[in-house]
């Protein structure tokens, strides 16, 4: 549903008073207390005299960035030393390949769950490489409205992991739970990745491109429980190899400074400001269940997804026809909410409820949709 949107909100204007209610599936919200403290130190970071985009990536400033970072993931997570963790380039796309790469070798058995677009793709990245992948749960027998039982598959016992991904951005679905199973679960959190507690026992790795919930685009994060090193293949590039980038602290080669930078202010927010994991997942469990509750509650609107998948991140719905869905897009960016698109190959409308995104965004949301909703049809919004 690709459309030219206007509005009187694209009059220039820097105020942060006029800063639009931001739903954009990632690149996504920031927390404004973060770009505040980034727009301080934007011209001179801890007293250098530089912006933090000007400094060496070997000078010490950003290593002490790039090893806070670390270690304020694992403090938060409750990881303990079990796991390493860091920071890479290529989006969750180069981990498609860089997780059967290091994990599995040639002929090697892998299963895979497909819960859609991005599964999908993961799926798609492991097959160009000669592993015997097989997808052994999937959602597609019903349009992908749900996450499969994981307590319910059946996993090859000679498989080296099942890979799966946490929540499914394009869909609106989430696994809420990883079961001890008897071969290393490997999760793509992309779109959850610190937004609530959750128990690693059972997760052998996990990596999330950072900028849905915790930065920018440009830094992925990736969790490695140390005794999976043992089982990283020797016939892999030394670029590829996970060992190479903790052994050299995520630093082998020029590292993406500024968005891991980004990322270490988020974590202090989440540290500092809400408190911790716990009460975050209270915070955006609250923005879920509102506007699950107010799209439910209207007949307007559908979400086909079944209630115990839908996802605390992704909340995907449909109006009765095409139209009426682009009016309701329109109409709400020109009441200064955006990024209501549903995903290219979907249509419908989706709102993404990330960290950055404040309660008090998603009350006027849906104070929106239910101004939209009692409108008699054809008519258009005050400007």
């Not at 599964?119 to 959602?139: F, N, P, T, V, W």
């Not at 605390?312 to 026809?321: E, I, S």
């Amino acid at each position: 549903m690709n459309m030219q949107l206007t509005s009187p909100l694209t009059q220039k204007n820097s105020s942060k008073q006029h800063r639009v209610i931001n739903f954009y599936p990632g690149p996504g919200a920031l927390p404004l207390p973060v770009l505040e403290r980034v727009h301080a130190e934007l011209f001179n970071f801890n007293g250098t005299g530089m912006s933090v985009m000007e400094i060496s990536h070997r000078s010490p400033e950003i290593q002490s960035i790039i090893d806070d970072s670390a270690e304020r993931i694992k403090r938060l997570m409750e990881l303990g030393e079990q796991f390493e963790v860091i920071f890479l380039q290529g989006g969750g796309s180069l981990q498609f390949l860089m997780v059967p790469m290091n994990f599995s070798g040639s002929g090697d058995q892998i299963d895979y769950i497909d819960t859609g677009y991005w599964a999908e793709k993961a799926i798609r990245g492991a097959q160009s490489l000669d592993r015997d992948l097989e997808i052994i749960a999937s959602s597609a027998d019903r349009d992908h409205s749900y996450v499969p039982d994981l307590n319910k598959i059946s996993l090859r016992p000679e498989a080296k992991y099942l890979h799966l991904c946490s929540n499914n951005t394009v869909v609106g679905t989430q696994f809420n739970q990883f079961p001890n199973l008897p071969i290393p679960i490997i999760a793509d959190m992309s779109s959850d990745f610190m937004s609530k507690v959750i128990d690693p026992t059972n997760l052998s790795c996990i990596y999330a491109h950072a900028q849905k919930n915790v930065g920018l685009s440009g830094v992925t994060v990736v969790l490695i429980r140390k005794e999976m090193l043992a089982k990283i293949s020797e016939n892999i590039p030394e670029f590829l190899d996970y060992r190479t980038h903790i052994k050299r602290k995520s630093n082998y080669h020029t590292p993406p400074c500024f968005s891991i930078y980004i990322t270490w202010h988020i974590l202090r927010w989440i540290e500092e400001d809400i408190g911790g994991l716990k009460q975050l997942g209270k915070i955006n469990q609250e923005k879920a269940d509102l506007l699950y509750q107010c799209i439910d509650s209207n007949p307007l609107f559908d979400c086909a997804v079944e209630k115990a998948s839908r996802s605390q991140m992704n909340v995907v719905f449909t109006l009765p026809t095409q139209e009426l869905e682009k009016q309701f897009i329109q109409e709400a960016f020109e009441a200064g909410i955006v990024g209501v698109e549903g995903h290219r190959t979907r249509g419908g409308c989706r709102v993404s409820l990330y960290n950055g995104v404040t309660l008090k965004a998603v009350e006027a949301l849906v104070e929106f949709i239910g101004k939209f909703a009692k409108k008699p049809r054809g008519t258009t919004s005050e400007s």
